[in-house]
């Protein structure tokens, strides 16, 4: 599976955006995906996660009720809709592909990950 992602750029704070990640391959609907994000001498920190149905997702505490995980099989695309930013939130965003059917925390359990969008908030 290759992925790439999309969508980052420049917005002020309050501000919103889309990510977009686009995978390769009929057997995207198989992998649960997870978005990860890494600001400059920082690790990369899970930030949200949909099962491979899209039925269920899960929400570091600093995004809920501000982000929102969502797929689209049939497009083989992965999104993440990102309200009310906050500088805090600057950081390139990474979208990964894992085999296992429920999203993990953990950025070691994914098995496929994509090239980085850069999300920059200005306060």
């Known amino acids: 599976v290759q992925l790439q992602a999309s969508g980052g750029g420049l917005v002020q704070a309050g501000g919103s955006l889309r990510l977009s990640c686009l995978a390769s391959g009929r057997t995207f609907s198989s992998y649960s995906m997870g978005w990860f994000r890494q600001a400059p001498g920082k690790e990369r920190d899970f930030v949200a996660g949909?099962?491979?149905?899209?039925?269920?997702?899960d929400y570091a505490d600093s995004v809920k009720g501000r982000f929102t995980i969502s797929r689209d099989n049939a497009k083989n695309t992965v999104y993440l809709q990102m309200n009310s930013l906050k500088p805090e939130d600057t950081a390139v965003y990474y979208c990964?592909?894992?085999?296992?059917?429920?999203?993990?925390?953990?950025?070691?359990?994914?098995?496929?990950w994509g090239r980085g969008t850069q999300v920059t908030v200005s306060s």
């Open positions: 990964a592909a894992d085999r296992l059917p429920i999203p993990q925390v953990g950025a070691d359990e994914y098995d496929y």
């Open positions: 949909i099962t491979w149905t899209g039925r269920s997702t």
